[in-house]
């Protein structure tokens, strides 16, 4: 964005009344009405509602000084802010102030428990432009934010949606029209086999060789790699397409979209014979995964061994009703992947613009 007038540096406190708040008063609590915002991420803070008080007016902003510290969020609402979040009083365009303020790097030092307090906020520079540049700011930064939300909602409902189908369908309470066979009765190492992944040495993993090294994490948030240039049988091997079986801390079934790796010992390759289509038995294996979760509560490790999957009861139908479920999901796997792929680059998108926004 090209930046015309100067923007001038001041200290938050200087152009803005800065306020923390207290404890909530749960005598007056409602279910509608103000929010109380304290400084939780989850539902923009609202801890619940005062009917007929409140403490600050808006167009204002919050900022969290404690957990997450330094996060700020405009609000377009009267409010009440508790538990020592921030409340921030301005002539300045909240949208883009907030937006200024997030792109700051709030440290604390504490040897106790970090927080962030009002003459600490009050010292920090922004800066600003004329009235009008801070509304276009504010305005497309609004804009920007109501699209990445929209995509993360429809990315939610894809979620769910996939969710209550798979349920269905497994349950066989909702089959497709034409299909009428009962399905079959089996083990699950009846249709496939599971095979353990290579179980490495710490000095077998290199930071560079000819096969990359999958590991569980590679599936999920751990983009750093192990490498081997080990020459093994090649069941250790997985290839694009394979199917694959995470059980070890996160667990779920995967199909490999990459080259040739040597999978993980945490990590099981599935080879399936003629009873099972491969998209049917991941999507099978994905409704099996969601009952394993619903069964288990929260503070309960969970454990899955090769034993447990394979003499598993499982039921199937012929493999035309196999393809036409498979199809089905891969559909809906499709819709999500597209839609994570644009919600991540619309929040890169946005990153990259606040950097050029607001580092003159």
């Known amino acids: 964005m090209h930046v015309v007038n100067t923007w001038n540096e001041r200290k938050l406190g200087e152009v803005s009344h800065i306020v923390a708040g207290g404890d909530i008063d749960k005598r007056i609590v409602a279910d509608s009405g103000y929010p109380v915002i304290g400084n939780s991420l989850i539902n923009h803070g609202i801890?619940?509602?005062?009917?007929?008080?409140?403490?600050?007016?808006?167009?204002?902003?919050?900022?969290?000084?404690?957990?997450?510290?330094?996060?700020?969020?405009?609000?377009?609402?009267n409010f009440t802010p508790v538990v020592r979040v921030l409340a921030i009083s301005t002539s300045i365009n909240v949208d883009f102030l907030a937006a200024s303020i997030n792109n700051l790097s709030i440290l604390i030092e504490s040897t106790g428990v970090p927080q962030l307090t009002v003459p600490q906020l009050s010292s920090y520079k922004v800066d600003i432009p004329l009235k009008e540049e801070q509304s276009?700011?504010?305005?497309?930064?609004?804009?920007?934010?109501?699209l990445i939300t929209a995509n993360q909602r429809k990315l939610e409902l894809l979620n769910r949606l996939k969710k209550g189908y798979l349920q269905q369908i497994f349950d066989q309470k909702l089959r497709f029209t034409g299909f009428k066979d009962a399905w079959h009765k089996c083990k699950l190492g009846d249709a496939a086999t599971f095979i353990n992944g290579k179980a490495f040495k710490q000095s077998e993993l290199l930071?560079?060789?000819?096969?990359?090294?999958?590991?569980?994490?590679?599936f999920y948030t751990n983009n750093s790699w192990y490498f081997s240039n080990l020459e093994l049988q090649d069941k250790f091997y997985a290839k694009k397409g394979d199917l694959l079986y995470t059980w070890s801390a996160t667990f779920g079934p995967h199909i490999w979209a990459g080259n040739k790796v040597i999978y993980h010992y945490h990590i099981w390759k599935i080879e399936l014979n003629n009873k099972i289509e491969k998209q049917f038995a991941l999507e099978l294996l994905e409704a099996d995964k969601t009952k394993i979760l619903n069964n288990t509560n929260g503070s309960t490790m969970i454990h899955i061994t090769k034993n447990e999957m394979e003499s598993k009861k499982i039921y199937i139908p012929n493999n035309n009703e196999q393809e036409k479920i498979g199809n089905f999901f891969r559909i809906i796997d499709d819709l999500v992947i597209v839609n994570q792929k644009k919600l991540k680059l619309l929040r890169k998108q946005k990153k990259a613009l606040l950097q050029k926004i607001f580092i003159q």
């Open 136 to 146: 276009l700011i504010g305005d497309f930064l609004i804009h920007l934010d109501n």
């Open 207 to 218: 930071d560079s060789g000819r096969y990359p090294v999958l590991r569980v994490g590679n």
């Open 47 to 77: 801890q619940g509602y005062y009917a007929r008080t409140y403490r600050i007016k808006a167009p204002a902003l919050t900022v969290t000084g404690r957990g997450d510290i330094g996060r700020a969020e405009a609000r377009k609402n």
